[in-house]
């Protein structure tokens, strides 16, 4: 079965930097982009970011550009979310989500389950 | 930046009643193949988001046909047409016609 599984719970201080991984199995891993997509505490849903497994290509929310760096492993099917620069404004639960490339639209049928990160001094 | 703007932004609902929930886009989400790039999905407490509706009126594999998407262009409604307990959540639209891709603010369904 389709999964995504993200790597656990961060606490990190402010201008520190944290690394998210999102492990997708049960589908092929070149057939469906990864998103990045963040949830503040009581806020709602903001994308992030994509990035295309088959070639690494990645584009990125005006918002974070300059902060944020995708990356794939295809040989363990992982991708990673590096975020730097942290401030009390990242803390948030972030979500990576598949999206199949060769659809007609874009949309997340798989997510995975969240990972907190939690900034503080 | 695509503009999405949900109403209401909370629902009190008594089981077996209807529900309806608007989403407004800041430009057209209309393609000239007729695709409208709107989709739906669903949060539900502590849980992820699941995918209810893509294309603004496909349901989702498994999702039930009460729940039902339509509209086209900037307007569109999700509509639950028989209220269950569990279908409280937390809804959200969110347009995928251009990066990036945005979500309006949520609303909140509870049952009374």
């Known amino acids: 079965q389709v999964q995504l599984v993200q790597s656990g719970a961060e606490v990190k201080k402010p201008g520190a930097s944290v690394k998210v991984s999102c492990k997708a199995s049960?589908?092929?891993?070149?057939?469906?982009?990864i998103h990045w997509v963040r949830q503040a505490p009581g806020q709602g849903l903001e994308w992030m970011a994509l990035i295309d497994p088959r070639n690494a290509w990645a584009d990125y929310a005006q918002k974070f550009r300059g902060r944020v760096t995708l990356t794939r492993d295809a040989s363990t099917t992982t991708v990673y979310m590096d975020l730097n620069y942290l401030t009390s404004d990242d803390t948030a639960i972030y979500y990576c989500?598949?999206?199949?490339?060769?659809?007609?639209?874009?949309?997340?049928?798989?997510w995975g389950q969240g990972t907190l990160v939690t900034v503080s001094p | 930046d695509i503009v999405v703007t949900q109403s209401p932004l909370s629902l009190s609902v008594t089981p077996g009643a209807a529900a309806s929930i608007s989403c407004r886009s800041s430009q057209s989400l209309l393609q000239t193949n007729g695709n409208n790039h709107l989709d739906w999905y669903v949060q539900k407490p502590g849980r992820s988001p699941q995918l209810l509706i893509y294309?603004?009126?496909n349901r989702a594999s498994g999702v039930p046909d009460r729940f039902s998407g339509s509209g086209s262009g900037t307007d569109f409604t999700l509509k639950i047409s028989r209220v269950e307990a569990d279908d409280v959540g937390l809804y959200y639209c969110m347009q995928a016609l251009q990066i990036p891709w945005t979500f309006g603010q949520g609303t909140k369904v509870e049952i009374q």
């Open positions: 989500a598949r999206d199949e490339i060769s659809a007609e639209t874009h949309n997340f049928d798989y």
């Open positions: 049960g589908y092929t891993f070149a057939t469906y982009y």
């Open positions: 294309l603004g009126s």
